[in-house]
């Protein structure tokens, strides 16, 4: 079978820091969980900031800077910095960091959406910093922004103007439509990476039945103009990962995503669920992708157009 893509999504905005002690905060962490995913097999490094005082998601170049160089000198892994950072920020704050250091990906959300967190707060009664639970609680009235012009804007600002490609985060049937909407209109081109985003709260639950639906709709608006990779939150993560090798798609694990690997055993790094993700894929024949061979199937500008 063809060559599978491993993303890992190091840190991110959807889990707090006291949930696991193993999920990285400052630059130091970030870059060594990064390079130790990358080692692992994963071809291409997911990534968002965070305040290394506070824990918080951060949307600071600085703070992107401070771990970006040390992964490009121990990897030769493909760079994609988020654009949706967390749903609290504006959308200037969310595009400062892969405006100023152009990487060759990008992440973008192909949809406004409810983004609701708070059932975490069932799995945890101390908090590491004040701001978390106050988070979480509020999540039942927090409603993930991106709009037709917001997406038309990063398309243009990150992918016109700066060369990059886009993993496109469809949490939802309705979000290939949008996808579709852009590519007709000449915005969006093949090929296209489509991360189908299974398990929060507000989007598609992460069920077997909804990712055969999800891929033959993709099927039906983009024929062989697309691939797709398969993202599950929580516990579905291994088992969505499996059925997505069998069909003939990519995978994305990380410590953003799910904090475990095994229930109620927490991952010790990313790079743990990465070498569990490449057994399993490669137990069904699939054979995982270098940087430079995921480069070539999605069509990257290569890392030598970056700014860091």
Request: proline share 5%; aromatic share 6%; net charge negative.
């Amino acid at each position: 079978m063809s060559k599978i893509i491993i993303t890992c999504a190091v840190t991110g905005s959807i889990h707090t820091p006291s949930m696991s002690p193993y999920l990285p905060v400052t630059a130091e962490e970030i870059a060594g969980q990064a390079i130790g995913a990358a080692g692992a097999g994963a071809a291409i490094l997911h990534l968002h900031a965070r305040d290394p005082l506070t824990g918080q998601p951060s949307a600071s170049v600085d703070h992107y800077r401070a771990f970006l160089p040390a992964i490009g000198a121990e990897t030769d892994a493909v760079v994609n910095l988020t654009t949706g950072g967390s749903a609290v920020m504006s959308l200037d704050d969310r595009l400062a960091a892969p405006l100023a250091l152009r990487p060759e990906m990008c992440s973008l959300n192909m949809g406004s959406m409810n983004f609701a967190l708070y059932p975490m707060l069932g799995k945890r009664t101390e908090w590491l910093h004040d701001w978390e639970e106050p988070f979480l609680r509020n999540s039942d009235d927090l409603v993930f922004k991106n709009t037709p012009r917001d997406i038309e804007g990063i398309l243009s600002r990150m992918g016109a103007e700066r060369g990059a490609r886009f993993e496109f985060e469809c949490y939802d049937v309705g979000h290939l439509y949008m996808l579709k909407h852009f590519a007709d209109r000449g915005l969006v081109k093949s090929p296209i990476f489509i991360q189908f985003v299974m398990g929060v709260l507000g989007g598609i639950a992460a069920d077997p039945d909804h990712l055969d639906h999800l891929k033959a709709t993709a099927d039906k608006l983009f024929g062989d103009g697309y691939v797709f990779s398969v993202l599950a939150a929580g516990r579905m993560q291994m088992q969505m990962a499996e059925k997505a090798a069998s069909m003939g798609g990519h995978v994305r694990v990380g410590l953003e995503d799910n904090l475990y690997i095994a229930r109620g055993q927490l991952a010790k790094s990313n790079a743990e669920q990465v070498e569990k993700v490449r057994d399993i894929v490669e137990a069904v024949g699939r054979t995982v992708a270098s940087p430079d061979e995921a480069r070539a199937m999605l069509g990257l500008k290569g890392r030598d157009k970056v700014g860091f």
